[in-house]
């Protein structure tokens, strides 16, 4: 079955970073894509980067323009979230997603299986 499991969160300072990983099981990851998405506290679950398996084609939420990078590691069916220069405002749980297709979205309604989330805490 399908299984995604997110690793890499926790505490860090502003100006910090962190990578976090979502290793990817039981689908083939060819047809699918892969989004980040977070969730703080009392607010609504909101895209951060997403990116195509089979091109390795990306996007990012203005958010996470110039700090983020997402990327792949086929060998390992592995998806990475490398966060540079972090601000408390980047405080959340971090969830990945996947959803069948060759095109970019950043809605959470168009992906069909997610991880169990990973907490970062971005403090002094």
């Known amino acids: 079955q399908v299984q995604l499991v997110e690793s890499g969160g926790g505490l860090v300072q502003p100006g910090g970073s962190l990578r976090l990983s979502c290793a990817a099981s039981?689908?083939?990851?060819?047809?699918?894509?892969i989004g980040w998405f977070r969730q703080a506290p009392g607010k609504e679950r909101e895209g951060v980067a997403c990116?195509?398996?089979?091109?390795?084609?990306?996007y990012y939420a203005d958010s996470a323009k110039g700090r983020f990078t997402i990327s792949r590691d086929n060998g390992k069916s592995t998806v990475y979230l490398q966060m540079n220069s972090l601000k408390p405002e980047d405080t959340a749980v971090y969830y990945c997603?996947?959803?069948?297709?060759?095109?970019?979205?950043?809605?959470?309604?168009?992906?069909?299986?997610w991880g169990q989330g990973t907490q970062v805490t971005v403090s002094s």
């Open positions: 990116i195509i398996w089979s091109s390795g084609s990306t």
């Open positions: 039981g689908f083939n990851l060819g047809y699918y894509g």
């Open positions: 997603a996947t959803r069948r297709g060759n095109s970019l979205s950043m809605r959470t309604r168009d992906y069909d299986y």
